[in-house]
């Protein structure tokens, strides 16, 4: 399973990148925001230095909503870096961009998927990542991972190429349980990747082993 990172925050992205285990970084508008990202230039700038610091892909979310509109912003996002993928949102119009930059050989992010109907019309359309957010469902008391299960199904049914992105990972259970169904990316914060590292009893045990050394030496 590839380890994306969702954020914008090129400090939290550096530390995930040295510890060796990043594949990736998503991004969303609020994301960039967040950190105080605002204005055109400085949004293509700021992908840019993304890039420079991960060795993987980096999601770039389209603003445009019209199909035409999509195409265009889609297009200078993807020629800012070759590890750039254009993030399109599950609408009508993104469905057809999807269409369009598949056969133009751009890669795509399907994201805001909360159903494995909009699962399987991504994948139709050729879309590289499909981001289902499970995070969000969970919130809303329906079962994020279930949606995982079933794109997974449906995707191993018919060999579809499409990666499913497991996206709003909330914690490292969510990170362990994408692993078990079968989510061949997931993005989440810090957090749900360094929680993995934890076990007390590994504490218990390397303060034994030094302590132990300490008395022979
Ligand atoms: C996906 O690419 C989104 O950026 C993200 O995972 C949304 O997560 P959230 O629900 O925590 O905002």
Redesign the pocket.
Known sequence: MKFFI?TANLGQIKEAQDLGVLDGV???P??MAKEGITGKENILKHYVDICEIVEGDV?AEVIATEYEAMIAEGEELAKLHDQIVV?VPMIKDGVKAIRYFSEKGIRT?C?LVFSAGQALLAAKAGATYV?P?I??LDDISTDGLGLIEEIRLIYDNYGFETQILA????HTMHVLECAKIGADVM?GPLSSIEGLLKHPLTDIGLAKFLADYKKGN
């Open positions: 969702d998503t991004t969303n609020s994301l999601s993030k992010n994201t981001s957010f995070g969000r996206a709003s990972v909330r993005t």
